[in-house]
């Protein structure tokens, strides 16, 4: 049996991975030749970002039963992110994930989650439902929903929290994720190209109705709710049922409302972009935090657009997550708090 526990602050649940970013940007990856390699993956480094702020977090995720599994363990335990619900999966490896980096705006990514990521292997029976619902905040992602048994085991856990405490949807739309677009439509023209976004819609809409909190980009909401105007998309994500709606608009910063008329929309924090992959877990983490803190609206999005800025004006995710009082050197008019050195040993 597992050791018994306090009520986590966070928990998030579902990606994890290793993300090998050049060291060298501006150029593409065909002439990189040195890597860093850091702990990746969207609802992970939201658990590091709340671990970074203060907060008791963990993580509900698969890896392969390999060496870079073995590495991911031993940075959730440096990043201090609790791994006991962080699985081995026999048959598939521990994806890795490349990125290009050409700031100011452009980052593609290159994802190997083949045949089948292990993070996408959490089933419904596996999950510890009591201590899903004793966690202050639950987070899960639009990437759970994206397969089976993972889909199953996200939608378990949302009922099993029962919109206790605050249940955030990361909308987290990555349309490579759902190739198969999901259930066949046996309206749709077979020639048509498939639309993952039709048939993930869907299975959104019933996460929505399990969530307190969603958060999403204008394309995320777009996908979710079918709005992406950004006031139109906070209504709509509103009507779906959650209480709060956090809609992120790139260059123009981030509008927030609330079902209690409550409104923020504030301006992002100018920083020189560095790699812009991490910044909205940073936000994602930050959020969390102000959430639990009890702050106002507004103040909670301005940390959270700090921290997020912080993160984008370095390489890493996971490593360069904010502490506390670099978000408050940049929300006091500091400046954007440079990268910690690596360790080169």
């Not at 526990?5 to 593409?28: A, F, H, K, Q, S």
């Not at 671990?51 to 440096?78: K, N, P, S």
């Not at 992110?81 to 521990?94: I, Q």
């Not at 994930?97 to 083949?114: A, K, S």
Request: charged share 25%; net charge negative.
């Amino acid at each position: 049996m597992p050791e018994p526990y306090e009520p986590y602050d966070v928990i998030t649940m579902g990606r994890i991975g290793v993300d090998l970013y050049p060291l060298r940007t501006g150029v593409p990856l065909a002439q990189v030749d040195t890597f860093g390699k850091f702990l990746g993956g969207s609802a992970t480094n939201v658990a590091v970002a709340s671990a970074r702020l203060g907060r008791r977090t963990a993580v509900i995720t698969r890896t392969g039963r390999d060496a870079f599994g073995d590495y991911l363990h031993q940075a959730l335990g440096e990043f201090e992110v609790d791994d006991r619900w962080v699985t081995p999966v026999e048959r598939y490896p521990t994806p890795v994930t490349f990125c290009e980096i050409f700031p100011p705006d452009n980052f593609p990514l290159y994802f190997y989650r083949r045949p089948k990521a292990p993070d996408l292997e959490i089933h419904p029976h596996e999950l510890d439902l009591d201590g899903i619902r004793s966690a202050r905040i639950f987070w899960m992602t639009g990437t759970g929903l994206c397969a089976e048994p993972s889909r199953s085991a996200t939608l378990t856990a949302l009922e099993a929290r029962a919109r206790a405490g605050i249940t955030v949807f990361d909308l987290d739309w990555r349309p490579m994720f759902w190739p198969d677009g999901g259930e066949p439509d046996p309206g749709r023209n077979e020639d048509a190209e498939p639309d993952p976004s039709a048939a993930a819609r869907e299975v959104y809409a019933r996460a929505l109705r399990h969530a307190t909190v969603a958060v999403g980009n204008l394309d995320e909401c777009e996908v979710a709710v079918g709005e992406r105007e950004p006031y139109a998309a906070a209504r709509a994500l509103l009507a779906a049922g959650v209480e709060l709606a956090v809609v992120k608009q790139g260059p123009k910063g981030v509008l927030a409302v609330h079902r209690d008329g409550t409104t923020a929309e504030v301006p992002p924090v100018p920083v020189d972009v560095v790699n812009g992959l991490g910044a909205g877990d940073a936000f994602g983490g930050a959020l969390c935090h102000g959430l639990l803190a009890g702050w106002d609206l507004e103040h909670t999005m301005r940390y959270a657009n700090a921290a997020g800025a912080i993160v984008a004006g370095r390489l890493a995710c996971s490593s360069a997550m904010p502490y506390d009082s670099e978000v408050a050197q940049v929300l006091a008019g500091g400046p954007t708090p440079a990268e910690p050195e690596r360790d080169a040993s």
